[in-house]
């Protein structure tokens, strides 16, 4: 059984009324947080490409990541769960992990599934909430995988404006 039901949550999935990128957040996150994420990437079946400005790399550990220096361009780890939805991880800093998803690429009941399955996974390796906020709103949280409750559920119940 889903977590969540497509026809329940697609007005969140508009990317004209949510943005296109909508944040996914995990906070008061340490260097051992992502280091946890990159090992979980590392040894899924993911696809995944690490780069720092435009040039590809190989998975760094992410003590490596958060000594570089302060005027160094921002990596980021682009990670397929499944061919045709990618989730961007950016190292902006190390008390929160930031990715963002497309919603152009999360339509229908299959792909929302698989956006669950990443929000879960993560959650689960990390014990802690993941949560999806519209593009540049931190401050309203839509959906998320809760530790406590070991499902993704909405948690909004505004209207798509």
């Known amino acids: 059984m889903p977590d969540l039901l497509w026809d329940d949550v697609k007005r969140f999935f508009d990317p004209e009324a949510m943005g296109t990128l909508p944040d996914v957040h ?5 260097v051992e947080d992502w280091q946890a994420v990159l090992d979980l990437v590392a040894a899924s079946r993911w696809q995944w490409q690490y780069s720092e400005g435009a040039v590809v790399r190989s998975m760094p550990l992410a003590e490596a990541v958060f000594s570089r220096p302060v ?3 921002c990596p980021e780890l682009r990670v397929w ?3 045709g ?3 961007i ?3 902006y800093a190390p008390e929160e992990i930031d990715f963002d998803v497309d919603l152009c690429e999360l339509q229908g009941q299959d792909r ?3 956006l669950c399955g990443l929000l879960r996974v993560i959650g689960h390796r990390l014990g802690r909430s993941v949560v999806m906020t519209p593009e540049g709103d931190a401050d309203q949280p839509v ?3 809760y530790a406590e409750s070991d499902r993704v559920v909405l948690l909004t119940e505004v209207s798509a404006k």
């Open 143 to 145: 959906l998320g995988f």
């Open 112 to 114: 929302l599934d698989v």
């Open 81 to 83: 769960p499944t061919p």
């Open 71 to 73: 005027d160094a361009e």
């Open 85 to 87: 939805v990618l989730a």
């Open 26 to 30: 995990v906070a008061d996150a340490s």
């Open 89 to 91: 991880f950016r190292f």
